[in-house]
């Protein structure tokens, strides 16, 4: 089936409005996982859903951050108040974990400008 | 503290050389390990997945893991224009599920 994909591509927003990003994983994994990629920084865990397990958030920078994931398909991860320092480019990525692979595959990306 | 480190490159080598592409992680206890491609803009793109030491090949790649040296590695023969890149390890630890991923080596392989 298809690949994970993300919505919007791109997002340009003025500081304080906030946001929300999609994101579909690929058809029948059970994680899901969002990173975020800052300009000449390596990618940075944000927040990962597993199945119907409480999601570990521990990667998220601020409670300005959230994100849910419906009927344990669907992502969206929430920013309030955005600030300068969010521009970034958002990650999706989703597996199928089992005793024998956890391999994670990306989707495209959602850019975010905080103006 | 879990680290993953990479040389940031940029690794230059000239076509049809071998590339080789190095990382180290600081947490004893990783049991998964991925080699990752991204092209400028890109999202990134899996190449290697290795779990056990020793060497895995498939097709110009090969990783090789090293547990007791805390080392993992990639090497692409008969590098080709199409490989330049920024290459990322990514580590996952025993108890968790998430990705440690290194800041990338960027390749550049001149026709």
């Known amino acids: 089936g298809a690949g994970v994909s993300q919505s919007p591509s791109n997002k340009v927003t003025e500081k304080g409005k906030d946001v929300e990003l999609r994101c579909d994983p690929i058809s029948g994994h059970t994680a899901l996982y969002w990173y975020r990629q800052s300009l000449g920084q390596g990618l940075e865990f944000l927040i990962y859903f597993q199945g119907n397990s409480a999601p570990d958030k521990s990667g998220l920078p601020s409670d300005r951050f959230s994100a849910e994931r419906t009927g344990g398909s669907v992502s969206t991860l929430t920013i309030q108040r955005t600030q300068q320092e969010d521009s970034a480019v958002y990650l999706c990525?989703?597996?199928?974990?089992?005793?024998?692979?956890?391999?994670?595959?990306f989707g495209p990306g959602t850019r975010l400008t905080v103006l | 503290q879990k680290e993953v480190e990479q040389n940031s490159g940029p690794l230059s080598v000239p076509e049809g050389a071998i590339a080789s592409l190095n990382c180290t992680y600081s947490d004893r206890g990783s049991q998964s390990f991925f080699w990752y491609r991204q092209y400028s803009g890109k999202s990134p793109e899996l190449i290697m997945s290795?779990?056990?030491?020793g060497d895995k090949e498939d097709g110009r790649f090969t990783a090789q893991l090293n547990k007791a040296s805390q080392y993992v590695s990639l090497l692409i023969r008969d590098s080709q224009p199409s490989d330049s890149a920024t290459y990322l390890c990514a580590v996952i630890s025993v108890g968790y599920s998430t990705l440690t991923f290194g800041k990338g080596t960027m390749l550049l392989v001149s026709p």
């Open positions: 290795i779990y056990s030491n």
């Open positions: 990525a989703s597996s199928l974990v089992t005793r024998r692979t956890d391999t994670q595959y």
